[in-house]
């Protein structure tokens, strides 16, 4: 049993500013020596970018979509376990699950699940008393009673004085406090959620501005005091670790600006399971690293890089080797992407890359695919007989070439369609995959590893 500090910050609708409250107050915490833990409901890859900017700890994912409640406590417990108090960031509008209609993969599920209390950000700009009846209707959807307190975005100092005490009296609901209309803590966005961070523009100056005004305009004690009246949590570990002599097989995970999503479970996993893991960059490294054993390729934005991953002939060279000698490899989205003989950017303009996969890339003006996903393989090549991997696609890009060595079914809708190419040792196709909704997968591709060392022996095969 573990008392945990926790607090998630959720809203009514997308846009409200949840991350830059979330932001702000890691911040805070981190300035009042809180050693802190962060985590983002649903798949987003992003907005944990922007935490680990701040915190300079990797931020984690939880999706009661991707994994069950045991396992899903388990991987909060077994992480936020570590810090002093635990900042969760909600999804979309509080209660917008599957399909936007389920409980399941909600910022309330998850709370529900992870017994957190909420902190609502209320987006008050052009409304007046209407804000009341709007909140009023979020509390009454609550049935677990986890919502407690209301942060006020978007709002002037005077009106905020204004209509604070008539929230708190009609509605009995702390309101926390108040952030004014400021255009530097709006975060841009581009076709997959934000920017990444290293692309926002003074990032770190906006964050440490916005979190300095928190400091004046949010009761941070407060907010503090219901974190720390969250209820105890029974906690566990998803690996039962094993003893071994054996030499760690090493994994090269592509990570530059071009491959940059990865769910920091999934590589504790691999790691977990005995994997060494060895980032390397395709943007700038002239091969991928020696020894090498295992190769994963993630998903990010390889066709805004793709001028300079084209010109990168050594690495091209060297990844499609790699998986012509078939290293065990497992690629996703963008890395299925690059895998690719060439792509056509948004402007039409063809760019080569490694060449592994004998088909190309395109960009198609809209959404190829959105969505959760259950995967189910053909052949048994990565996970035991009958049994899903849990993952989802978001992508404008399109391959004459997406594979059908895997069934894909939507949860809500059940539509099915085929994806991945895939053997006995690689799994390469736009699916993004979450290792925890089955780490089976993970165990598998580390023991591919393995094995391919020993075959490998002492010599530099690649």
Same mark, same amino acid.
């Given at each position: ?167 708190? !009296? /009609?509605? $009995?609901?702390?309101?926390?406090? *108040?952030? %004014? ?6 975060? &841009?966005?581009? =076709? ?78 691999? !790691? /977990?399971? $005995?994997?060494?893991?060895?980032? *390397?960059? %395709? ?6 690293? &020696?020894?090498? =054993? ?87 090549? *990565?996970? %035991? ?9 978001? =992508? ?67």
């Amino acid at each position: 049993i573990m008392k945990i500090k926790r607090v998630m910050i959720a809203a009514p609708k997308s846009g409200s500013g949840k991350t830059i409250v979330t932001c702000a107050l890691l911040q805070v915490l981190r300035g009042l020596g809180f050693k802190a833990a962060s985590f983002k409901c649903g798949p987003d890859y992003i907005d944990p970018m922007f935490h680990e900017k701040i915190l300079n700890v990797p931020a984690k994912n939880l999706d009661t979509y991707f994994t069950d409640k045991e396992t899903t406590n388990m991987l909060f417990t077994d992480s936020a376990g570590k810090s002093d108090i635990a900042v969760i960031e909600g999804v979309m509008g509080l209660y917008d699950g599957l399909g936007g209609i389920r409980e399941e993969g909600s910022s309330y599920h998850l709370a529900k699940v992870t017994k957190t209390p909420i902190v609502m950000v209320v987006d008050a700009k052009g409304t007046g008393r209407s804000i009341i009846p709007l909140i009023a209707g979020f509390l009454s959807y609550d049935k677990e009673k986890l919502i407690k307190g209301v942060i006020l975005n978007n709002i002037s100092k005077g009106y905020y004085e204004t209509i604070k005490p008539l929230i708190e !009296e /009609e509605l $009995g609901i702390t309101v926390l406090g *108040f952030l %004014p209309k400021n255009e530097r803590f709006h975060m &841009e966005s581009r =076709h997959l959620g934000l920017f990444l961070p290293d692309e926002v523009i003074s990032l770190r100056e906006r964050i440490e501005e916005a979190s300095q005004l928190f400091l004046q305009t949010v009761s941070v004690e407060r907010l503090i005091q219901i974190a720390g009246d969250a209820d105890d949590l029974k906690s566990g570990s998803l690996v039962t670790k094993t003893a071994g002599s054996e030499r760690k097989p090493v994994i090269a995970v592509a990570k530059d600006r071009a491959f940059c999503f990865y769910y920091a479970d999934n590589i504790r996993l691999l !790691e /977990e399971y $005995g994997a060494e893991i060895k980032y *390397f960059s %395709p943007l700038f490294d002239e091969k991928i690293p &020696e020894p090498c =054993h295992g190769l994963l390729l993630g998903g990010g934005y390889p066709e805004l890089n793709a001028e300079q991953l084209s010109r990168n002939i050594t690495m091209r060279d060297s990844v499609r080797n790699a998986v012509k000698n078939k290293l065990p490899v497992v690629a996703e989205c963008g890395g299925f992407m690059y895998l690719h003989t060439a792509l056509k950017d948004g402007n039409g303009i063809w760019h080569e890359m490694a060449g592994a996969i004998p088909a190309t890339c395109f960009y198609t003006g809209k959404l190829v695919r959105f969505g959760y996903i259950a995967l189910q393989e053909k052949h048994n090549y *990565f996970l %035991p007989d009958g049994e899903i991997i849990k993952g989802h696609e978001f =992508h404008y890009y399109e391959s004459t070439e997406n594979g059908a060595d895997v069934r894909a079914v939507k949860p809500v809708t059940g539509k099915e369609y085929a994806c991945v190419i895939e053997n006995e040792m690689q799994w390469m196709g736009f699916p993004h995959l979450y290792y925890p909704s089955n780490p089976f997968f993970a165990k598998l591709f580390v023991e591919k590893a393995m094995r391919y060392e020993k075959m490998a022996g002492s010599s530099k095969m690649l």
